[in-house]
């Protein structure tokens, strides 16, 4: 079992950068990719990035790519998203997820085994 915390919530203004953690606990001896999504009010959980276990495979939802960059360090069990240029439309709880199919990035929520409570970024206009 892996617990997951994320953090990083922030209150930013348009084109201002905030970066998100996401701490691993528990079985963190097993590899396991990473991946972040997103939730902003009244609209369905979407994809934002993902990373494999080595970080050498990444994926972007188009609506981020060049602006977010996903990254982790294994020896501190944590995955960081560094979001750039914000938007007001990025405003949503973003959520951190691990996957136990280590050598693989997915887009698809349900391809996750593991996630965070959720942590709130808010771009304002």
């Known amino acids: 079992q892996v617990q997951l915390v994320d953090t990083g919530e922030g209150l930013v203004q348009s084109g201002g950068s905030l970066r998100l953690s996401c701490a691993a606990s528990?079985?963190?001896?097993?590899?396991?990719?990473s991946g972040w999504f997103r939730q902003a009010q009244g609209l369905e959980r979407e994809f934002v990035a993902s990373?494999?276990?080595?970080?050498?495979?990444?994926l972007y939802a188009d609506s981020v790519k060049g602006r977010f960059t996903i990254s982790r360090d294994n020896a501190k069990n944590t995955v960081y998203l560094q979001m750039n240029s914000l938007k007001p439309e990025d405003t949503a709880v973003y959520y951190c997820?691990?996957?136990?199919?280590?050598?693989?990035?997915?887009?698809?929520?349900?391809?996750?085994?593991?996630w965070g409570q959720g942590t709130q970024v808010t771009v304002s206009s």
């Open positions: 990373i494999s276990w080595s970080g050498g495979s990444r």
């Open positions: 997820a691990a996957r136990k199919a280590y050598s693989s990035t997915s887009n698809s929520a349900g391809g996750y085994d593991y």
């Open positions: 528990g079985r963190t001896s097993s590899a396991y990719a």
